[in-house]
């Protein structure tokens, strides 16, 4: 009979057949989906997440591991109502106007999801009204905006001081991309910066706890 | 995993070329010929100086023509033994587990000696060497993943000079199972270090058939060969103990300015030791090498960090390759005299381009001040650049799942590669993993003390030299080395 305990390991393993079988069989047996999802699943990423800090795993293992466990909560998905679906919080993410590069944002995106936040990713080249307008529809608790032009990455005060003008200050904003430096995270105003995805995931956690 | 692969082939094709690793070519098949033709009509026109009496009588009986101390050999006999003399010599560890394989283009990298001063690892002084420094070094190589044999890296001055190579040999034959490449000053040295490994490995027999040292003898250069030289090499074949026969050459003054000319000479140098291992006991296992330097007319010094030393060392290499005769070379050494970016691109162009050659044994990895000076911590630099030398010589493989077309397919344009299977498969061993190269950001690498590489590698070797364990000999054989010691210490 599998226990939550293998589920966890299969998702550490990052065996997203094994994590997907063993949640259908939790399921099936009469196990809580909130449980199966907090300790089974989510556990196991936590694992990950730990042994990612101390070096002992890498992105690519995270990604293989985060896979298998949203492969899992794919399955107990429609058992659970969706306000009682466990977020660690929801981000909202973007690339600044002028601007076309994404792959660094995605890997944001991705690590957050890892991590149990839900992510809306409005794409590449938005205007600050765009990134206003996304965050009153969905209405995360973290906006993140990302740049690689020197060119683009004013536009981040923009959106920065639009946000604060319509009164969505008290979403927390923070900046990250190649010419972005904590320095200028604090010129245009932002709650935090970050120079990489794993950092960025770190910065979220704490500026939601 | 069905992304993986799109079709899986039932034709096999024919004729289709690979390149296992990257290929160094210098001297072709045809001009190795040519430098060989030479050497054989040296061997036989010119002949070569040969100082000791039973080798000139061994000579003389198989067909050379003696004058004298003159001999000249009949090019048969000088093909003869490069034929005959195994392509291949495996060296093996203490615990007579095959080891090193000398053979084909397998290249290992080890210390050096010669040097007369060391750094001190732990307060960076300049000094003379004594036998704990011969055992720092057994330790560190001990250590190290990509250092295969070990050397000296400098005669203790804290012993009786006649017994230094026994010191020598005991103290790195304690403080690793790997591979002992041993100089010996005569044939009374040489017995005492057989019998010392005698002791470790139980018989002769034994030891014959997985040997885990080497003699290494040195020739006197420019076709002289002295009495003792050749004494220790009818030693080293009579008691079937392979050994290298390496000549120093330094073109312009002991050499022909051209590093073909010095090719000739060296390789007519080696072969008068390869003929006379072969001719005492045919198969005898035979490595020759060749160090080569210029001079450096505005310091008027001989440098081992100048690229000539890795252009001739290239040719002898390719030279000794052509004849199938394994080969001994030199690499990671460097004229400078701290631990700077001069030291760092010397060591890293020589050991690069001595592995690209296909040099099987290199020795000479850590050598400051060109040569005069040993440093554990350059030799610990030296390691992390085998392993960078290992990555970019590797090669491509090009096959169905390394082509990747489903996986390609399946991310799909703009996508990542991050989460696939496939990535996970290769990641950990496809790239290569640094250990003491550093690629922290500034904001860490400040903060963990702004660190050069020199202070890193500094701090690598003292740990090792502080936590690591080498196997231990049993207490019945270190009595036994200590006997054989003090008996040779007397009677010398």
């Given at each position: 009979m599998a226990t939550l305990e293998d589920l966890s390991k299969a998702v550490i393993s990052g065996n997203v057949a094994k994590a997907k079988k063993l949640t259908q069989e939790l399921v099936d047996a009469g196990v809580a989906p909130l449980d199966v999802i907090n300790q089974g699943l989510i556990a196991g990423m936590n694992v990950v997440g730990v042994r990612f800090k101390n070096g002992e795993m890498f992105v690519p293992e995270v990604m293989v591991a985060a896979k298998a466990m949203s492969q899992g909560i794919e399955l107990v998905k429609p058992l659970i109502a969706e306000t009682d679906m466990p977020s660690a919080g929801k981000v909202l993410l973007g690339t600044v106007k002028g601007d076309l590069h994404d792959i660094g944002k995605n890997l944001v995106g991705i690590m957050l999801e890892s991590r149990g936040f839900t992510v809306i990713d409005i794409g590449i080249d938005k205007s600050p009204e765009e990134f206003v307008n996304a965050i009153k529809e969905h209405q995360p608790q973290i906006m993140g905006m990302s740049a690689l032009l020197t060119t683009t990455m004013l536009h981040m005060k923009d959106t920065i001081e639009l946000m604060k003008e319509e009164g969505l200050g008290h979403v927390k904003a923070i900046v990250g991309g190649a010419p972005i430096s904590q320095d200028f995270a604090d010129e245009v105003g932002a709650d935090g910066y970050a120079p990489d995805a794993a950092s960025a995931v770190d910065l979220c956690k704490s500026l939601l706890s | 995993m069905e992304s993986m692969h799109t079709t899986r082939s039932n034709f096999t094709r024919a004729s289709f070329d690979v390149n296992q690793t990257i290929h160094w070519e210098m001297l072709s098949d045809d001009q190795c010929e040519e430098i060989f033709m030479t050497v054989l009509e040296l061997l036989e026109r010119t002949g070569v100086e040969v100082l000791n009496e039973e080798a000139r009588e061994v000579f003389e009986k198989a067909g050379c023509w003696v004058d004298g101390t003159r001999v000249r050999i009949p090019s048969a006999l000088a093909e003869w033994a490069a034929r005959t003399a195994p392509s291949r010599v495996t060296l093996c560890d203490r615990n007579g587990k095959r080891a090193v394989r000398l053979e084909t283009t397998y290249s290992y990298f080890g210390p050096g000696q010669g040097n007369f001063f060391v750094l001190d690892p732990h307060t960076g002084e300049r000094r003379k060497p004594v036998k704990d420094d011969v055992a720092a070094t057994a330790v560190v190589c001990d250590a190290l993943k990509n250092i295969d044999f070990v050397l000296s890296n400098g005669y203790p001055t804290d012993v009786k000079e006649a017994a230094a190579d026994l010191h020598v040999f005991e103290a790195l034959l304690t403080n690793t199972t790997k591979p002992i490449v041993q100089y010996v000053h005569s044939v009374k040295q040489a017995q005492a270090i057989l019998d010392m490994a005698v002791a470790v490995a139980g018989s002769l027999k034994e030891l014959n058939k997985n040997p885990f040292f080497v003699y290494l003898i040195d020739a006197d250069g420019t076709l002289v060969h002295s009495d003792e030289t050749l004494a220790k090499v009818i030693f080293a074949a009579k008691n079937g103990v392979p050994f290298i026969y390496h000549t120093k050459?330094?073109?312009?003054?002991?050499?022909?300015?051209t590093p073909a000319g010095a090719l000739v000479v060296a390789l007519a140098d080696v072969l008068v030791g390869v003929l006379l291992s072969q001719l005492i006991r045919q198969?005898?296992?035979?490595?020759?090498?060749?160090?080569?330097?210029?001079?450096?007319?505005?310091?008027?010094?001989?440098?081992?960090?100048?690229?000539?030393?890795?252009?001739?060392?290239?040719?002898?290499?390719?030279?000794?390759?052509?004849?199938?005769?394994?080969?001994?070379?030199?690499?990671?050494?460097?004229?400078?005299?701290?631990?700077?970016?001069?030291?760092?691109?010397?060591?890293?162009?020589?050991?690069?381009?001595?592995?690209?050659?296909?040099?099987?044994?290199?020795?000479?990895?850590?050598?400051?001040?060109?040569?005069?000076?040993?440093?554990?911590?350059?030799?610990?630099?030296g390691d992390e650049i085998v392993g960078m030398i290992r990555k970019i010589i590797k090669g491509i493989e090009v096959n169905e799942e390394r082509l990747a077309r489903g996986v390609i397919d399946a991310v799909q344009p703009g996508g990542t590669y991050l989460g696939e299977e496939h990535t996970l498969k290769y990641f950990r061993k496809e790239f290569w993993w640094p250990t003491i190269m550093s690629r922290a950001r500034i904001k860490d690498w400040t903060e963990a003390g702004s660190k050069s590489l020199g202070q890193r590698a500094t701090e690598k070797t003292q740990s090792i030299l502080q936590t690591h364990q080498p196997e231990k000999l049993a207490d019945d054989v270190l009595a036994k080395l200590r006997e054989i010691i003090e008996k040779a210490e007397a009677a010398l």
């Amino acid at each position: 009979m599998a226990t939550l305990e293998d589920l966890s390991k299969a998702v550490i393993s990052g065996n997203v057949a094994k994590a997907k079988k063993l949640t259908q069989e939790l399921v099936d047996a009469g196990v809580a989906p909130l449980d199966v999802i907090n300790q089974g699943l989510i556990a196991g990423m936590n694992v990950v997440g730990v042994r990612f800090k101390n070096g002992e795993m890498f992105v690519p293992e995270v990604m293989v591991a985060a896979k298998a466990m949203s492969q899992g909560i794919e399955l107990v998905k429609p058992l659970i109502a969706e306000t009682d679906m466990p977020s660690a919080g929801k981000v909202l993410l973007g690339t600044v106007k002028g601007d076309l590069h994404d792959i660094g944002k995605n890997l944001v995106g991705i690590m957050l999801e890892s991590r149990g936040f839900t992510v809306i990713d409005i794409g590449i080249d938005k205007s600050p009204e765009e990134f206003v307008n996304a965050i009153k529809e969905h209405q995360p608790q973290i906006m993140g905006m990302s740049a690689l032009l020197t060119t683009t990455m004013l536009h981040m005060k923009d959106t920065i001081e639009l946000m604060k003008e319509e009164g969505l200050g008290h979403v927390k904003a923070i900046v990250g991309g190649a010419p972005i430096s904590q320095d200028f995270a604090d010129e245009v105003g932002a709650d935090g910066y970050a120079p990489d995805a794993a950092s960025a995931v770190d910065l979220c956690k704490s500026l939601l706890s | 995993m069905e992304s993986m692969h799109t079709t899986r082939s039932n034709f096999t094709r024919a004729s289709f070329d690979v390149n296992q690793t990257i290929h160094w070519e210098m001297l072709s098949d045809d001009q190795c010929e040519e430098i060989f033709m030479t050497v054989l009509e040296l061997l036989e026109r010119t002949g070569v100086e040969v100082l000791n009496e039973e080798a000139r009588e061994v000579f003389e009986k198989a067909g050379c023509w003696v004058d004298g101390t003159r001999v000249r050999i009949p090019s048969a006999l000088a093909e003869w033994a490069a034929r005959t003399a195994p392509s291949r010599v495996t060296l093996c560890d203490r615990n007579g587990k095959r080891a090193v394989r000398l053979e084909t283009t397998y290249s290992y990298f080890g210390p050096g000696q010669g040097n007369f001063f060391v750094l001190d690892p732990h307060t960076g002084e300049r000094r003379k060497p004594v036998k704990d420094d011969v055992a720092a070094t057994a330790v560190v190589c001990d250590a190290l993943k990509n250092i295969d044999f070990v050397l000296s890296n400098g005669y203790p001055t804290d012993v009786k000079e006649a017994a230094a190579d026994l010191h020598v040999f005991e103290a790195l034959l304690t403080n690793t199972t790997k591979p002992i490449v041993q100089y010996v000053h005569s044939v009374k040295q040489a017995q005492a270090i057989l019998d010392m490994a005698v002791a470790v490995a139980g018989s002769l027999k034994e030891l014959n058939k997985n040997p885990f040292f080497v003699y290494l003898i040195d020739a006197d250069g420019t076709l002289v060969h002295s009495d003792e030289t050749l004494a220790k090499v009818i030693f080293a074949a009579k008691n079937g103990v392979p050994f290298i026969y390496h000549t120093k050459l330094v073109l312009g003054d002991t050499a022909p300015a051209t590093p073909a000319g010095a090719l000739v000479v060296a390789l007519a140098d080696v072969l008068v030791g390869v003929l006379l291992s072969q001719l005492i006991r045919q198969g005898t296992p035979v490595i020759a090498g060749g160090i080569f330097t210029i001079r450096d007319e505005e310091n008027n010094m001989l440098p081992w960090g100048a690229p000539e030393v890795s252009l001739v060392g290239t040719g002898m290499g390719n030279l000794l390759r052509y004849l199938r005769i394994p080969s001994f070379g030199f690499a990671g050494a460097s004229d400078s005299k701290i631990s700077d970016a001069q030291m760092g691109l010397e060591e890293a162009f020589s050991m690069l381009h001595m592995g690209l050659s296909g040099t099987n044994l290199i020795q000479g990895c850590g050598l400051l001040e060109y040569g005069l000076t040993g440093s554990l911590v350059m030799l610990v630099i030296g390691d992390e650049i085998v392993g960078m030398i290992r990555k970019i010589i590797k090669g491509i493989e090009v096959n169905e799942e390394r082509l990747a077309r489903g996986v390609i397919d399946a991310v799909q344009p703009g996508g990542t590669y991050l989460g696939e299977e496939h990535t996970l498969k290769y990641f950990r061993k496809e790239f290569w993993w640094p250990t003491i190269m550093s690629r922290a950001r500034i904001k860490d690498w400040t903060e963990a003390g702004s660190k050069s590489l020199g202070q890193r590698a500094t701090e690598k070797t003292q740990s090792i030299l502080q936590t690591h364990q080498p196997e231990k000999l049993a207490d019945d054989v270190l009595a036994k080395l200590r006997e054989i010691i003090e008996k040779a210490e007397a009677a010398l």
